[in-house]
């Protein structure tokens, strides 16, 4: 009898993981199957492991202009960047390293290279309490700073990119969701702007995910 290979579902609140080796394409590196069928998954499901997919990318690209710019200054030093995607059901931040080799940033996601921890629930959860939303998201800071050198907080990048649930709701709740979690960002240690804590709409991650399926 095959095995399933369905995950198994998690027990509590909170979960990290390490992410399995993907490398882009600054090193020689092989097609992950990342979109490959599994068994009895909706659509919905598979949009959002879509639209998670295409943050993560999206700011791997801006970080890529970032350090391209910078390159010279930055040659054979560690780097680190951080995505907070802010789903229906939970929270995921991404913390992931790369060195500059030349003038191009280099990614490699095994090894420690990118790592991640969730918490339940979702960022649309606090539209009646916006303001409890920050100890949800310095749960993750914690995490991250515990993944991050304290000497490079200052200059490593963090973004927010809300998605799902949060777009459903009032626009004016939604500014109040935002505004609790730049309060919070601002006061974290990292880097960070109140622009790069946003809602991504279903059009940007279309182009998000096309750029992906291109290039890829």
């Not at 951080?82 to 790369?98: A, C, E, K, P």
């Not at 940033?105 to 303001?131: E, I, Q, T």
């Not at 709701?169 to 979690?181: G, H, M, N, T, Y």
Request: proline share 5%; aromatic share 10%.
């Amino acid at each position: 009898m095959r095995r399933s290979n369905a995950p198994k579902p998690v027990d509590s609140g909170v979960s990290t993981d390490t992410m399995d080796p993907i490398k882009l394409p600054m090193r020689p590196a092989t097609r992950s199957n990342l979109f490959a069928r599994g068994p009895k998954h909706g659509t919905k499901s598979n949009f959002l492991i879509l639209a998670s997919i295409a943050v993560t990318f999206a700011l791997l690209l801006l970080c890529y202009l970032f350090v391209h710019a910078r390159s010279s200054r930055s040659f054979g030093k560690r780097r680190y960047g951080i995505v907070i995607d802010g789903g229906s059901t939970g929270s995921r931040i991404h913390v992931f390293g790369f060195d500059v080799e030349g003038q191009d940033p280099v990614f490699d996601f095994g090894n420690g290279g990118l790592v991640s921890m969730r918490v339940n629930p979702g960022l649309s959860a606090y539209s009646d309490d916006p303001k409890a939303l920050g100890d949800s998201l310095k749960e993750l800071l914690e995490f991250g700073k515990g993944r991050v050198p304290r000497e490079l907080w200052r200059e490593t990048e963090i973004r927010l990119m809300a998605t799902a649930g949060l777009r459903l709701l009032d626009p004016a709740v939604q500014d109040r969701i935002l505004d609790s979690c730049r309060r919070t960002l601002g006061e974290s240690g990292f880097k960070f702007r109140d622009e790069w804590a946003s809602v991504i709409t279903g059009m940007a991650i279309g182009l998000f995910f096309g750029g992906l399926m291109t290039k890829y």
